[in-house]
C-alpha cells in the first residue's frame, strides 16, 4: 500500500494512516463480501495479536463484512489439564523446587493449580527465563530443580540453549517438564476442521523469527488460503488484514511478510540449530481443546534425557477431561466467541478461572474480559436467551 512505510514506533499508532487502512479495508470487503452469507473470516493464530486487537480496539473498527476468529497461538492456554496435575505431583516431591513462567502459575488443574500448591507449602518460584532456573539449581546443588518448559518455537531456542549451557557446566540437578509445542500441524488441524470456514490468516509473528515464512507454504498451496505474518502495533495488525483482503480480491494465495523488519524469509540458524541439538518431535501431543495432534509437540533427544523430568522422575501423564461448564475448547477452535461461553464473566473471571483462556494475558477469554464492554456482552447474552424459545418452537 503507498505511502504506508513507517520508521518510529510512533508512526506505527498514527491516526491518520490507520484511518487510510481502514478505508481500504472496508472498500475491499465490501467487494469480497457482495452476495454472501456469512462475513470474511481471518484467523490470527498467535495470542499476542488477540490481546493486541482488544488492547487497542481493533476489532471494534472493522466493518461487519470482517469477522476475526481467535486461534490457538496461546500456549499456556492449549495445555490440556494433565499436564497441569503432573506440575502439582512434581511439586509434591521432597525437596523438589519447581519453577515457572509467571502466566502458568494460575492455570487450574483438576484439584489445584501451581498457585494453590505453592500456597500449601510447595516450593514453586516464578522465573523470567530458563536460565533464572539453571541459576537456582546452581546455588542449591543439593536440591532438584525443574523448569516448566512451555510455549512455541518462540520459546525453544532459550530452554534449548539453557540445557546446552548445564551440559558444558556439569549442572546435573536441573531439569526440564517439556512441554513445548509446534505451530504447523496445530494450523493443519484447524484448516481440517470441517467447524470452520476461514477465508485467511494472520500468521504469528513471534514464531516466525525462528522458524521464517517456508514452513506456511502448506496454507497458500495445498490449502489455498492467503497467509500474512505481521506485527503486533495496530498498524502492523490493520496493515496485514489490507494484505490479506487485497490476496482474496486478486485470487491470490500466498504466503506475505508484513512483518519483515523482525522476521527473515528462512528464521534464524543459530535458534534452529539449537532446537534441533535438543529436542525431537513426539509422536503425538494433547491440546487443551484440540485433542491428540501429530508431532506436535516436542521432547528430549536421548543424549540430553538426563535433563527430562518426565524420565527423570517417572511421570506418568493422564488424561482429564475440562470442566463440562468451561468451553475452552470451542474458543480455542474459534467456533464461538468467549463471550458465548456460558461461564464467561459470571463463574469464570480472571481471579476465578475455570479454564486456561481467562489466565494468559494472550487468552482470547482474558482480552476480552480486559478490553471488551463486559456489560454490552451481558446485554447481548440477554438477547440470545430470550429469543431462545422462539426458535425452538420455529424448529419444531
Not at 523438589?96 to 483438576?110: N, W, Y
Not at 522476521?263 to 534441533?276: C, S
Not at 464492554?373 to 419444531?396: F, L, N, Q, Y
Request: glycine fraction near 8%.
Amino acid at each position: 500500500m503507498k505511502g504506508f512505510g513507517v520508521r518510529y514506533v510512533d508512526e506505527f499508532r498514527d491516526p491518520e494512516k490507520a484511518r487510510n487502512l481502514l478505508k481500504e479495508i472496508t472498500g475491499l470487503s465490501a467487494r469480497l463480501q457482495s452476495g454472501k452469507a456469512r462475513p470474511l473470516q481471518i484467523m490470527e493464530v498467535c495470542g499476542g495479536h488477540t490481546h493486541a486487537i482488544f488492547r487497542y480496539g481493533i476489532e471494534t473498527m472493522l466493518p461487519d463484512e470482517i469477522e476475526l476468529v481467535h486461534g490457538p497461538g496461546c500456549p499456556v492456554c492449549v495445555l490440556p489439564m494433565g499436564r497441569v496435575d503432573d506440575c502439582v505431583t512434581l511439586t509434591e516431591i521432597p525437596g523438589l523446587i519447581f519453577t515457572t513462567f509467571g502466566d502458568a502459575m494460575r492455570v487450574p488443574g483438576s484439584k489445584k493449580s501451581l498457585l494453590q500448591a505453592r500456597s500449601e507449602g510447595a516450593d514453586v518460584r516464578m522465573v523470567y527465563s530458563p536460565l533464572d532456573s539453571l541459576r537456582i539449581a546452581q546455588e542449591n546443588p543439593d536440591r532438584e530443580v525443574v523448569f516448566f518448559a512451555l510455549g512455541f518455537e518462540t520459546t525453544m531456542p532459550s530452554t534449548a540453549m539453557t540445557v546446552l549451557r548445564a551440559e558444558a557446566e556439569g549442572i546435573t540437578n536441573f531439569s526440564l517438564f517439556c512441554n513445548h509445542i509446534t505451530i504447523i500441524p496445530t494450523v493443519k488441524a484447524i484448516l481440517d476442521s470441517p467447524e470452520l470456514e476461514l477465508d485467511g490468516f494472520l500468521g504469528p509473528g513471534h514464531v516466525s523469527m525462528v522458524i521464517g515464512n517456508a514452513p506456511y507454504d502448506f496454507i497458500a498451496g495445498q490449502y489455498r488460503k492467503p497467509i500474512v505474518v505481521a506485527g503486533f502495533e495496530p498498524l502492523d495488525i490493520l496493515h496485514a488484514l489490507w494484505m490479506v483482503l487485497k490476496q482474496l480480491d486478486e485470487g491470490r494465495s500466498e504466503v506475505e511478510n508484513q512483518y519483515a523488519r523482525v522476521v527473515p524469509k528462512d528464521g534464524n540458524p543459530v535458534a534452529l540449530d539449537a532446537i534441533g541439538k535438543v529436542f525431537e518431535l513426539r509422536e503425538f501431543f494433547e491440546w487443551r481443546g484440540l485433542g491428540s495432534i501429530d508431532h506436535s509437540g516436542v521432547r528430549m533427544r536421548r543424549p540430553y534425557e538426563k535433563y527430562d523430568a518426565e524420565t527423570k522422575f517417572a511421570i506418568r501423564s493422564t488424561r482429564i477431561a475440562d470442566p463440562k461448564s468451561c468451553q475452552c475448547g470451542e474458543v480455542l477452535k474459534g467456533v464461538i466467541k468467549p463471550w458465548e461461553c456460558k461461564v464467561f464473566g459470571t463463574a469464570c473471571t480472571p481471579e476465578t478461572p475455570l479454564g486456561a483462556l481467562m489466565v494468559s494475558s494472550e487468552g482470547a477469554c482474558a482480552a476480552y474480559y480486559q478490553f471488551g464492554d463486559v456489560e454490552k456482552i451481558h446485554a447481548r447474552r440477554a438477547e440470545v436467551k430470550a429469543v431462545e424459545p422462539m426458535m425452538a418452537r420455529t424448529r419444531s
